[in-house]
């Protein structure tokens, strides 16, 4: 039996589309392997955003490579790929293709006289009668012809298409459901346009069709996914709902279903971020009180240099309305530090929001250039050092907050959905409606998948931990 094995990168956009990747190539008739040395497909969804994802990509192709010196296995690399890393791939892996077009892999595969477990006989005979330097020759044409597709330059064509895979989800309680593809903000440090291409929404009926299926199966946990998700429906030009309307219309299946679960949803963009969506997760029980609301930066200048097309003051009035509509919600945001000609005082002002909000959590990157970026034509002139510098300053701003917050929660009963074994022996984990990490001490992994009530009775930074006090599950309405 052929095995293959897929290394995802970045973010849940990603992880996301791995699912339906893997639902193709298993119905090629491969196998997943948690083991990369045993798999005879290997590949990788790369991610452009950062330089750091890139560098993880090559060194798992220089091992690979190194491999085919010893046996036959074919390499691909898809995702989140920039033109200028796409180049660079080609004459490393042997299959370069945005995700979108994965429903053409067989063909590519046969273009390249490879055997696959359905069409083992046929492949055989067209690799023997063929010989090694036609088989180069082959590949070298499948290259040049699949970097000839304008699906590079516009990943965005075949979406619709791939969105109708069947994903092989990877857990049986959380699932990732893409609402959109693509951003139209271009935002001067990202690279997503040019990867992903322009915004398009999927069918409003697609996706709740999705989400009610996953809720009969007893999923617990739904995340909606886009690169500006409340931008949702406005490329449609009124022809397709909006995303507080559909929103909506989840609240309202979950108040029909008799079912318990919890919407996410990431990731908003600041300007397009409206009360109106705050009060429709006000509304509805099955909509999680959370929101990541990226911010990147503290000052307006910077923030005007990023393109992000928003101020500070427009952020904090978002916060003030979260507060104010939703005053359990956890909030979550974005932040890149040592950005093009950040100084001392603009960074000092994104410290001091971080301060001032007190989020709940921050995910914190130091600014790598990325080739087509507008940004990359910049002097990228701040130092390294001085970049980790600025990290390590606001990651303990951030641990100050959240350990403060976490430890509010000591002695509070709080539900939360179990999803697996923890790292602390003889404990299971979970987070809680707010995804605020959460683990107690039990061997049960019955309960995994399942709500479960504690009593909390420590807390870090960064997690919570407690007492069982409830076995798993809400009373069924």
């Known amino acids: 039996m052929l095995q293959y094995h897929i290394v995802t990168l970045g973010c849940q956009m990603n992880r996301s589309d791995g699912e339906r990747v893997q639902t193709v190539i298993e119905g090629m008739g491969y196998r997943w392997t948690d083991r990369e040395e045993d798999a005879s497909l290997l590949g990788v969804l790369a991610c452009s955003v950062r330089q750091k994802s890139i560098d993880k990509v090559y060194s798992r192709i220089r091992k690979w490579n190194e491999w085919k010196k010893k046996k036959n296995l074919l ?50 005979e067209t690799v023997l009668a063929a010989g090694t330097n036609k088989i180069s020759e082959i590949h070298l044409a499948a290259k040049r012809k699949i970097l000839a597709e304008p699906l590079f330059v516009r990943p965005e064509e075949h979406i619709h298409d791939f ?27 990202c690279a997503v346009p040019y990867t992903r291409g322009r915004e398009v929404s999927r069918p409003s009926e697609e996706i709740l069709n999705e989400l009610k299926e996953l809720v009969k199966k007893g999923y617990k946990s739904i995340t909606l996914l886009g690169q500006n998700v409340n931008s949702y429906g406005l490329d449609k030009h009124g022809h397709e709902i909006t995303f507080p309307q559909l929103l909506k219309k989840i609240g309202e299946f979950g108040n029909d279903s008799g079912k318990n679960f919890w919407v996410y949803f990431t990731s908003p ?28 930066s503290g000052d307006n200048e910077v923030l005007v240099k990023m393109n992000r097309k928003h101020t500070i003051e427009d952020y904090l009035a978002i916060i003030r309305s979260i507060r104010k509509i939703l005053p359990d919600a956890t909030i979550f945001t974005d932040i890149i530090v040592g950005f093009t000609g950040e100084t001392d005082e603009q960074f000092e002002h994104s410290r001091q929001v971080m301060e001032d909000i007190k989020f709940n959590m921050a995910y ?5 250039p990325r080739p087509g970026a507008v940004s990359s034509r910049w002097e990228d002139d701040i130092p390294m050092d ?8 606001l990651t303990d701003e951030l641990t100050q907050h959240t350990k403060e917050y976490n430890r509010r929660l000591i002695g509070r009963k709080i539900r939360i959905l179990v999803t697996g074994t923890d790292r602390k022996g003889g404990y299971l984990s979970g987070y809680t ?20 009530d504690i009593q909390v009775t420590s807390a870090s930074p960064y997690a919570i931990e407690g007492e069982l006090i409830l076995q798993p599950e809400f009373p069924v309405k």
């Open 269 to 296: 963009h600041p300007r397009d971020m409206s009360v109106e969506v705050l009060e429709v997760m006000a509304a509805f029980p099955c909509l999680a009180k959370q929101i990541h609301l990226p911010l990147q």
């Open 163 to 189: 969105w109708t895979i069947r994903p092989s989800y990877n857990s049986a309680c959380e699932a990732f459901i893409p609402i959109q593809n693509g951003c139209d903000k271009f935002c001067t440090y």
């Open 386 to 393: 001085m970049k980790k510098h600025r990290l390590h300053k």
């Open 433 to 452: 409606e707010g995804r605020i990490v959460a683990r107690f001490a039990s061997t049960d992994r019955s309960t995994i998948g399942s709500y479960a």
């Open 364 to 368: 914190i990157a130091i600014y790598s």
């Open 75 to 124: 390499t691909f690399v898809s995702g989140c790929v920039l033109p200028a890393d796409r180049e660079k791939f080609l004459k490393l892996f042997d299959l370069i293709f945005p995700v979108s077009d994965i429903l053409q892999l067989p063909d590519m595969i046969s273009q390249y006289g490879i055997v696959t477990p359905h069409q083992l006989i046929t492949a055989k």
